[in-house]
């Protein structure tokens, strides 16, 4: 019989949130312990950032770490799965915040559950009262469904009116975690490169917190946006992006610590590319 790919999903994530109670963080060079007795992984090793007027340290976790610009010293432990208050049930939430030119903060928080979603999220700027907690105010400026199973977002961009939500193929596949990989296996296992899978940006009105619309492109996998602003009608997008997943599966210290073979590449260099979106061709 075939079960159709939505009521597996559904099935297995049922299996996995309620017997297991397990909280996976989404971490590409994880750990190799059984799954069920993983810990929530919090090292904030990948960026800073300032949010309502204090510095922070994140990575692709629901987890920030506030930390002393003068000494480093770890200050304060928020957790938006347990604190956000706006109207979003948060797991991940990418390694890359971006501010605002109001001093706002956004973020993308990516649920994998039985109605995935990305959702674009805002922490507003401080109001200088005292006491105020780090996500007072925090909000859910859209929710936008998966297109065709829930991609990895690492980091995405902004501009003056508009979030820009990238969705490439490398996709997570629940079933293969639960079945074979959750054991002695890293995430990177989990997902999926789906090669027929055009990649997606989602556009969503920053201002109005309603979706605008998608631009398809040729699959690409990208880690980091360089860049992106309004210009003439159009979203300029520049990203470091790579042809596939490849470079994941590159970043396991068995590749990194290997020899360096003269004229083999170790890891692959990705295409700086300038993406232009004109907003009047924008679909829904
Ligand atoms: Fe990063």
Redesign the pocket.
């Known amino acids: 019989m075939q079960i159709p790919e939505s009521a597996r999903t559904q099935f297995i994530w049922n299996l996995v949130h309620s017997s297991l109670q397990i909280r996976a963080r989404i971490y590409f060079l994880g750990s190799s312990r059984s799954f069920s007795k993983m810990r929530f992984l919090d090292n904030a090793f ?2 800073v950032f300032t949010m309502k007027d204090k510095l922070y340290a994140a990575a692709d976790s629901s987890i920030i770490f506030e930390i002393d610009p003068k000494t480093l010293e770890t200050l304060n432990k928020v957790n938006f799965s347990k604190e956000f208050p706006g109207d979003a049930k948060i797991k991940f939430t990418t ?2 915040p971006q501010r605002t030119d109001e001093g706002s903060v956004i973020n993308i928080s990516v649920t994998h559950a039985q109605k995935s979603t990305y959702d674009v999220i805002e922490i507003p700027p401080s109001t200088g009262e005292q006491g105020e907690h780090p996500l007072e105010g925090g909000k859910l400026l859209c929710s936008i469904p998966p297109t065709s199973g829930v991609a990895y977002i ?2 995405f961009c902004i501009t003056e009116n508009y979030v820009v939500v990238p969705e490439t193929p490398l996709v997570l596949n629940l079933w293969e975690a639960y079945t074979r990989k959750f054991k002695d296996s890293s995430a990177a296992e989990w997902f999926q490169w789906k090669e027929n899978q055009r990649s997606r940006f989602h556009v969503v009105d920053r201002k109005q917190g309603s979706y605008a619309g998608i631009f398809t492109a040729d699959p690409f996998f990208v ?2 946006q360089v860049n992106a602003f309004e210009d003439d009608g159009k979203i300029f997008l520049d990203a470091c992006c790579f042809h596939d997943h490849k470079i994941i599966d590159q970043t396991y210290l068995h590749n990194m610590r290997s020899p360096i073979v003269p004229g083999e590449k170790k890891l692959d260099v990705p295409d700086v590319r300038r993406y232009e979106l004109p907003l009047k061709t924008l679909e829904m």
């Open positions: 990948d960026t390694a890359h690492h980091s880690f980091h």
